[in-house]
């Protein structure tokens, strides 16, 4: 009960468009020039510093984008975009690589204060927060500081952003990038092949199992630019890593585009695990602004008894069109996808996972929780399929909505594919509103009817809220209940 | 972006047998026009292929690559003992029977003595005459874009345009008979058009079934709109049972008014490629749905069901259970869409689609699709596909029954939950025997 009475005193506390990340920070930056050409692309790969061959990934890439249409098939309407009307690179003067955090703009550090990111390890280790988590801050176009490098050093671990992966590690680079999302894979892809100027990497060694979790904290805070991360993590054979994505945007009136690709390997007996806090910032209650969250993630099972987790809860933007996937390349590999998608005001969810089973024995597991209040559409769209010569491969989804007000919608659009026999593929989907009986016996028991909603609900998501990690759990019971406030009544 | 497509052999073909055969093909002049208008809409589309969302599992333009020659006007010779043997287990249904070979009625092969509270008419006389407003009616059916629908109207010879009276209760089922027929295969497109009159209560049966010996291929292209009236109950059953190369592509166009009871169910075998698509749609307050279906699948054969249930209205049910079983490398295919329309709450709808599996290359594709716009409503859909399992055999066998016996009784039961809806006695013991036949068939087969 006590994360209810703190859900609702969060409520209370935030402002009128119930965003608490909608400030702006005052920091001077290097923009490219506005549009998109080739010149654009060389020109953010030559302010990275990139090598000859990452130059040439990128424009082959921007060729393939520019014979390619924008996607159309998900059930989201937003005005068509203009591509020539973006910033594609942006990036805090200052912070042309900081040597350490002394160095780093302290706005900038007031800003990652602000929204709770810590990226002060003197205080971490002075026991000021009780888990260790590196992080990684993504602010705009580029990585501003990686924590706890050293530590994970020892413990063979590289965590750093992909642009020094790609002066550092370029021989892993070369291996992995592209391997899972080709340059061409779909449009929003080969543009983020094209003009991604950071994310994260990482590599974890051999038999090493991650001493901490990591973490990326993405930022968009420059006005009229596009946010183009790119995260490689590698779990090589029997490692384990465990992944936390957050992202906030400031309160604006237009609309602004984050295209992110993501791409997980993990290798014979390797784990990874991938968690997903999206709360961009979701226009406000007339549907104005908002960022539009392109999303491209799929990871690779490409080991024997290999294992990817995805877990996303999903609060903010305007429009969300994201589908974390995974292909079950080796034998007894297994994929799982968890999700929350709350929607609320005028956002557009559709979002979804595919397991595509080609590895013999392969099983995965499919849960989907969307949440639909306001004038919000969510979309549950899925795909799993199993190989013909997938033999013994193994499917449970489940995915349920629930409907809060009569002007929104919820969909599930799921395509299921057994091309083998021996394939075992459950699918079951429901959709209800809260129970009057069970808002009903809650207030009967002396709790306000939006208490009582917020009980449901986070009762309604908790089989995904058990695979987030510890420390997320609670901020995301919070962020559920501040998504939905003001959807009751 | 749009492709110019080349027309391939089966499309070209089509568009010029509607201008040879126009003239021949029965109708008014409006008739002729809506026919004209609906061959140049498919001209315009060509055959669906997999880039069409709704046609992503069934590649028509692929599939049907040629097209047999058109049928109007046939002549082939049929006796009443040939009706029998062609229905087979049906043919013990005690039923009213309008027949029709190779897409024609024929009056001496049909049985209407007796039957009250039903008016008949043969679709072709009305067509004949029908002034521009019938025929605006008779023309106007499902989605316009749909190309299926488009070749039907444009080639549709005839059909059975079935009244049932109000407050009728007809003590009979209305058994349509769709012989295919003759040495030769033809494209054939029937259409019918019925309509069930307030509180009226009635079965109809459609069978497509072929004469043996009749030609390996066949295209039969079968609309059947039905609209029931207020407080109505109506039965309605599709069989299509059928071998050798037979294409089969049907449509159901269902509307449903207030407080109507509609029971559907479709049983598909022995179709090389078959499309069943089904629209119900609500138009009034308290109408019930039950719509289920068996099909068969073997050899390389194609199946496929889609069906779109509208809720339009608050406070209608809708249950729909498909049950499937595959072998060789046979390929089952389920579509279902409920949509919920804003103001339609209290809606309660629930879909289910189960594959059984016999064979290694057997292949399930299945999409159950919900579309909810309101907020009261209970919807859920499951859809499964596996093999036969493991220890339920193992139990039979344990209890003494030999292996081939224990799978076609756990094959027989699990097709067996879906033949249960039909409630017609008669008619579900003649799946269950045609349902049998199959299955010992299926080993033969192997």
């Known amino acids: 009960m006590a994360a209810v009475k703190e859900t609702i005193d969060q409520v209370k506390t935030i402002d009128v468009d119930q965003y608490k990340y909608g400030f702006e920070t005052n920091i001077e930056s290097v923009k490219a020039p506005k549009g998109l050409d080739e010149s654009t692309v060389r020109y953010i790969s030559a302010k990275k510093g990139e090598p000859e061959w990452m130059l040439n990934w990128r424009l082959e890439a921007f060729a393939r984008w520019k014979a390619m249409t924008e996607p159309t098939w998900a059930k989201v309407h937003y005005p068509k975009i203009d591509f020539q009307d973006l910033y594609y690179y942006a990036a805090p003067k200052s912070t042309e690589g900081p040597k350490s955090l002394d160095e780093v703009d302290p706005e900038l550090l007031r800003m990652y204060e602000k929204l709770g990111v810590p990226l002060k390890e003197r205080e971490i280790l002075a026991g000021v927060q009780s888990t260790k988590v590196a992080v990684d801050a993504v602010f705009d176009s580029v990585s501003v500081v990686t924590t706890f490098k050293e530590e994970l050093k020892k413990a063979g671990v590289i965590f750093c952003s992909i642009s020094e992966a790609i002066r550092e590690y370029p021989e892993l680079v070369k291996k992995y990038l592209g391997s899972v999302v080709p340059q061409s894979d779909n449009f929003y892809a080969a543009l983020n092949s094209a003009v991604f100027s950071d994310g994260s990497f990482v590599y974890v060694p051999e038999g090493v199992r991650c001493p901490m979790e990591l973490s990326t904290y993405f930022r968009i805070n420059e006005k009229q630019t596009g946010q183009f991360e790119r995260t490689l993590i590698i779990a090589d054979r029997g490692a384990h890593v465990s992944y936390l994505e957050g992202c906030t945007a400031p309160t604006r009136d237009e609309n602004q585009l984050h295209a992110a690709v993501v791409e997980l390997v993990a290798l014979d007996d390797a784990e990874i695990k991938y968690s997903t806090v999206q709360n961009w910032y979701p226009g406000d209650k007339d549907g104005k602004g908002g960022i539009y969250n392109f999303v491209t993630k799929r990871g690779d099972c490409r080991g024997h008894n290999s294992k990817i987790s995805w877990t996303q809860v999903e609060t903010g933007s305007a429009i969300t069109w994201k589908y974390p996937s995974c292909i079950l390349r080796g034998d007894y590999s297994r994929g799982e996808f968890y999700s929350i998608a709350v929607s609320n005001g005028y956002q557009q969810v559709d979002s979804g996972t595919k397991m595509i089973h080609l590895g013999k024995n392969s099983s995965s597991r499919i849960i989907s929780k969307g949440i639909a209040a306001g004038h919000s559409q969510n979309t549950y769209r899925g795909l799993v399929s199993a190989h013909r010569k997938a033999t013994g491969v193994r499917n449970f989804t489940n995915c349920d909505s629930l409907l809060i007000g009569d002007k929104c919608g919820a969909h599930t659009v799921p395509y299921i594919e057994a091309k083998n026999s021996s394939a075992h593929f459950e699918h079951e989907a429901t959709t209800s509103k809260i129970s009057d009986d069970m808002l009903f016996y809650c207030m009967q028991r002396g709790l306000s009817e939006e208490e009582a909603v917020a009980l449901v609900v986070n009762g309604f998501v908790r089989d995904v809220l058990q695979h987030l990690p510890m420390e997320f759990m609670a901020e995301t019971q919070k962020l559920i209940g501040i998504s939905l406030e003001g959807s009751v009544g | ?446």
């Not at chain 2, 295919?333 to 290359?361: C, E, N, W, Y």
Request: contains cysteine.
């Open chain 2, 1 to 446: 972006m749009t492709i110019a497509v080349m027309k391939t052999k089966a499309e070209q073909a089509l568009t010029e047998a509607f201008e040879v055969n126009a003239a021949k093909l029965p109708g008014s002049t409006a008739v002729s026009e809506a026919r004209r208008d609906a061959i140049g809409k498919f001209s315009a589309s060509g055959l669906p292929h997999r880039r069409i969302e709704e046609w992503k599992y069934t590649d028509l333009r692929n599939a049907m690559k040629d097209t047999l020659a058109v049928s109007v006007d046939d002549a082939v010779k049929v006796t009443i003992a040939d009706v029998i043997v062609a229905l087979g287990a049906l043919a013990h249904v005690d039923a009213h029977r309008i027949t029709f070979v190779n897409g024609r009625y024929r009056a001496d092969l049909s049985d209407l003595a007796g039957a009250e509270g039903i008016e008949v008419t043969p679709l072709a006389a009305a067509l004949r005459t029908a002034p521009p407003k019938v025929a605006a009616g008779l023309t106007a059916v499902g989605a316009a874009e749909d190309a299926v629908i488009t070749l039907n109207t444009a080639f549709m010879t005839d059909g059975a345009i079935v009244r049932i009276a109000p407050e009728a209760s007809l003590a009979k089922p209305v058994l349509m008979v769709f012989l295919r027929a003759g040495a030769e295969g033809r494209f054939t497109a029937v259409r019918n058009v019925i309509s069930a009159g307030e509180a009226s209560t009635s079965t109809l049966i459609e069978a497509h079934v072929a004469l043996p010996g009749a030609s390996l291929e066949g295209q039969m292209n079968a609309l059947t709109g039905l609209t029931a009236a207020k407080g109505a109950h109506v039965t309605h059953i599709k069989i299509a049972a059928d071998f050798g190369k037979a294409v089969h592509l049907s449509n159901w166009d269902v509307t449903l008014e207030a407080h109507a009871v509609y029971r559907g169910f479709q049983y598909t075998s022995g179709q090389s490629l078959a499309r069943n698509q089904i629209a119900v749609r609500y138009d009034g307050e308290g109408g019930k749905l039950d719509l289920s279906g068996a099909f068969l699948v073997r050899g390389t054969e194609h199946v496929d069901t889609t069906l779109v249930v509208d809720h339009a209205v608050p406070r209608c049910e809708s249950r729909e259970l498909f049950k499937g079983v595959l072998d060789n490398n046979g390929r089952g295919i389920f579509q279902g869409k409920i949509i919920v329309r804003p103001h339609a709450q209290k809606t309660d709808g629930k879909q289910m689609a189960q594959a059984l599996m016999l064979s290694p290359d057997a292949e399930f594709d299945s999409k159950p699709e919900l579309e909810i716009y309101a907020d009261d409503v209970i919807c859920g859909h499951g859809s499964t596909s596996a093999e036969l399992e493991e220890d339920m055999l193992f139990y039979c066998k344990s209890r003494g029954i030999p292996d081939n016996e224990a799978r076609a009784l756990l094959i027989e039961s699990f097709i067996g939950e879906a033949l249960d809806k039909v409630e017609h006695e008669g008619v579900r013991e003649a799946l269950s025997t045609m349902a049998r036949d199959w299955l010992s068939a299926a080993e033969k087969h192997k």
